[in-house]
T-cell receptor
Framework: DTEVTQTPKHLVMGMTNKKSLKCEQH?????MYWYKQKAKKPPELMFV???????INESVPSRFSPECPNSSLLNLHLHALQPEDSALYLC??????????????FGSGTQLSVL | AQKITQTQPGMFVQEKEAVTLDCTYD???????LFWYKQPSSGEMIFLIY??????QNATEGRYSLNFQKARKSANLVISASQLGDSAMYFC??????????FGAGTRLTVKP
């Protein structure tokens, strides 16, 4: 199994809603990532979890709250988002973090629209 | 801080022809890895090829090869025998020794029948 599964594939939410994005991998990877990608732009790193601990937070606003319940799961909790937060949210995993040889395995993403 | 530059916003290639997508990078770390990913309209980022800074030979994976010129800090992707399914966004990316993956701006490749 070399897949990273993200749900939902599409999400529309209002600015007062609370929602969660979910990501799952069963490759035994110990590093998991959230990236944000605006249309026609490259992915931008948001968070990195290494061995279930948050190791990198790229100065992301607190309305985005990551959670890593176990080594296979990664959540991104959303609250009081703004329309400019509309984007494709990509989850990725790798065997380890912080090593130049480690490629990332990506999910198909959640396309988020904030109204 | 690392920087990855892709100067070609869009490229066109005739089916069955070869195409080169450019990537230059800037880092002061002697240990780094270079990656190319393909992103079709479906959104998933698909890993294509990897080159390590200490690798002596250029990486190849099927129809993909990486033209690694370390002194010029370039890592161009060559796709041979282009197919219609190769039409997508292509991102060059780099990881420094203990850093995380950062991406260039991308090149949109269109393969013409």
């Amino acid at each position: 199994d070399t897949e990273v599964t993200q749900t939902p594939k599409h999400l529309v939410m209002g600015m007062t809603n609370k929602k969660s994005l979910k990501c799952e991998q069963h490759m035994g990877h110990r590093a998991m990532y959230w990236y944000k990608q605006k249309a026609k732009k490259p992915p931008e790193l948001m968070f990195v979890y290494s061995y279930e601990k948050l190791s990198i937070n790229e100065s992301v606003p607190s309305r985005f709250s990551p959670e890593c319940p176990n080594s296979s799961l990664l959540n991104l909790h959303l609250h009081a988002l703004q329309p400019e937060d509309s984007a494709l949210y990509l989850c990725a995993s790798s065997r380890e973090s912080g090593k130049r040889v480690e490629k990332l395995f990506f999910g198909s993403g959640t396309q988020l629209s904030v109204l | 801080a690392q920087k990855i530059t892709q100067t070609q916003p869009g490229m066109f290639v005739q089916e069955k022809e070869a195409v080169t997508l450019d990537c230059t990078y800037d880092t002061s770390d002697p240990s780094y890895g270079l990656f190319w990913y393909k992103q079709p309209s479906s959104g998933e980022m698909i890993f294509l090829i990897y080159q390590g800074s200490y690798d002596q030979q250029n990486a190849t994976e099927g129809r993909y090869s990486l033209n690694f010129q370390k002194a010029r800090k370039s890592a161009n992707l060559v796709i041979s025998a282009s197919q219609l399914g190769d039409s997508a966004m292509y991102f060059c990316a780099m990881r420094e020794g203990v850093g995380d993956m950062r991406f260039g701006a991308g090149t949109r490749l269109t393969v013409k029948p």
